[in-house]
DNA sequence: CAAAAGCATCTTGCATTGCAAGGTATGCTA
DNA sequence: TAGCATACCTTGCAATGCAAGATGCTTTTG
């Protein structure tokens, strides 16, 4: 595996984590979402976002309209969260800061509490 | 699609990251690693590390030799780092900081840049 | 007018991994 | 003999990120 697909599976359950964030003070439509976590050295790109937002929809966290704005061609899609979105992300953003604290700590420490006595004897080396 | 299965997710990719950092100071064997990343609150389980390890070996990153260590009842496998997952590491470790920093940036501000004018007219209400 | 370019959203198929559950084998203890 | 702890491994399922491609509308360009 080389360290590009790795870093796709570690953006797997961030995109969500991200895109419910951006939502949380403001009403946004997709592509201004990937603009703020997608471009470059982002964590979203355009086929992973419209698909998570429709299953977001669907799961109702958040809660779509079509609307047109003064300075826009086409209409867009806004989205916003749900009550249920709102519950969500605060249980996410806890557990996320969680996680990132241990893989942080795994990283830099050896968490050496316990130096194990150097295994000797190499059997059928 | 609840927390839990939303933790499974999050998780994906930082099973290596966390296995490798903690290879990197110490020679060490499966359950030892599991019970330094797994445990309460962990990011691991058996039947996520030993696959894993596996496939580290596989690609050359890690490398194992079976030993038996003084206070062992049976015999245990222990992996290092290969030259090429030090180098590896040492990237990871690297796009793991730019990465969190960017998940939790977007997490804490709402990134209001460029704050839009509120969508108005909304389309078949 | 026709063609090209840009905005904005959506769909398909593939690749990849985490994990619960179950399995094998050894050694110690009652 | 049975039970438990240590230790490693395998199978099958669930879940999502993404490249690539598609649609429809509007504006600009030739």
Redesign the pocket.
């Known amino acids: 595996?080389d360290i590009a697909?790795?870093?796709?599976?570690l953006?797997?359950?961030?995109?969500?984590l991200v895109v419910l964030s951006l939502l949380q003070r403001q009403e946004r439509?997709?592509?201004?979402i990937?603009e703020q976590a997608g471009g470059s050295g982002g964590?979203?790109?355009?086929?992973?976002l419209?698909?998570?937002?429709?299953?977001l929809e669907r799961e109702g966290k958040i809660l779509a309209r079509w609307a047109m704005a003064d300075d826009?061609?086409?209409p867009?899609?806004?989205y916003r969260l749900s009550d249920e979105g709102e519950a969500m992300i605060a249980e996410m953003k806890k557990l996320w800061n969680e996680f990132s604290a241990f893989v942080s700590r795994a990283m830099e420490e050896a968490h050496d509490g316990t130096p194990i006595a150097s295994p000797s004897r190499t059997i059928s080396a």
Do not use: I
């Open positions: 595996m697909s790795w870093q796709t599976q953006r797997k359950g961030a995109a969500e439509y997709g592509l201004e990937l964590v979203l790109s355009d086929g992973t419209y698909p998570l937002l429709t299953r826009a061609k086409v867009r899609k806004y």
